[in-house]
Every structure is written in structure tokens, then in C-alpha cells.
């Protein structure tokens, strides 16, 4: 599978057109981060949005590039009521969706008024079009956080 490498500078562009586009359209009472692809965008976003609260849900799916589990798994769950609150979920990539649907579902369960989901990007198949994302792609994203250290050599 073709891979795209995106930059720090890249990321804090796309979280900041979200940003603008939730200002216009939904302003979130909290922000759900769906661990561990999530966290850096939501708490970025949270920053820009003027310190919005943020919670985190884990949820284990994919191995490698092309393997995953059957079903996505929650391994740390939310914790607390959500009742009436205005939640966005943030992730950083929609790609079968089947992760997105099970974060949904638990925060739906907890009691969120309203649910609308963020991704920096979103893959054409995918079963869940995010409300808010910034691009479409077919290749493999690898993002900053998951590329291997710089090793310094004195």
C-alpha cells in the first residue's frame, strides 16, 4: 500500500481548519480522543477552541498496515455521565469506520445530546464520513507521532 508522510506543520494546519469549520457549525461541550491516533489532534483542538474538556476512549483494532482484528475492542473506556453534553470525536483517520462506530455507540450510551465526529483525514471506503475532516485519501497516512526517533550521534 502507497503511504503519505505528514509534518508537524501539516497537522497543525488540518486541526486548525477543523477548528474554524466546528466554530461556524458545532461547538462542542467536550471532546472525546479516541487513543492513541486521536489524542494529539483532540488535545490540540481542544487548546484552539478555548480549553474545551477532554476525555479519552481507547480502542484497539488494527495490528499493521493491513491487519486488523475482526471487531474493534475497547480497552479503556469513558468514565462519567454525558448527559446533555454537545460531544465531538477525534481521530485522526476514519478508515473502515468500525472503530468510529464503536466510539459513537459508547458515547451515545452515556448520554450525549448531540455526536459529531472529527478526523484529520478519511479513507473512501470508509463505512462512517466524518462531520469534520480536512482531506480524503487511498494511501496509508503515517503521521508524525509514529515515526521512528531521529537518533543524535555525538
Known amino acids: 500500500m502507497d503511504k503519505v508522510y505528514l509534518t508537524w506543520w501539516q497537522?497543525?494546519?488540518a486541526v486548525f481548519a477543523l477548528a474554524e469549520e466546528m466554530r461556524k457549525k458545532f461547538m462542542p461541550d467536550l471532546i472525546v480522543?479516541?487513543?492513541?491516533g486521536g489524542l494529539i489532534p483532540a488535545v490540540?483542538?481542544?487548546?484552539?477552541?478555548?480549553?474545551?474538556d477532554v476525555k479519552v476512549i481507547a480502542v484497539k483494532f488494527y495490528k499493521d498496515i493491513e491487519e486488523h482484528m475482526e471487531k474493534p475492542v475497547v480497552t479503556i473506556p469513558l468514565h462519567?455521565?454525558?448527559?446533555?453534553?454537545?460531544?465531538?470525536?477525534?481521530?485522526?483517520?476514519?478508515d473502515t469506520g468500525k472503530t468510529l462506530e464503536v466510539v459513537i455507540e459508547e458515547v451515545k450510551k452515556l448520554g450525549a445530546k448531540e455526536v459529531k465526529v472529527a478526523c484529520?483525514?478519511?479513507?473512501?471506503?470508509?463505512?462512517?464520513?466524518?462531520?469534520f475532516?480536512?482531506?480524503?485519501?487511498?494511501?496509508?497516512?503515517?503521521?508524525?507521532?509514529?515515526?521512528?526517533?531521529?537518533?543524535?550521534?555525538?
Open 33 to 36: 480522543g479516541v487513543a492513541r
Open 11 to 13: 497537522i497543525d494546519r
Open 80 to 94: 462519567g455521565s454525558l448527559d446533555g453534553k454537545r460531544v465531538v470525536i477525534v481521530d485522526d483517520v476514519s
Open 44 to 52: 490540540r483542538l481542544s487548546h484552539i477552541l478555548g480549553d474545551v
Open 133 to 154: 475532516y480536512v482531506f480524503r485519501t487511498d494511501k496509508w497516512i503515517v503521521f508524525p507521532w509514529e515515526e521512528f526517533p531521529v537518533v543524535v550521534r555525538e
Open 120 to 131: 484529520l483525514s478519511m479513507k473512501p471506503w470508509t463505512k462512517i464520513v466524518p462531520d
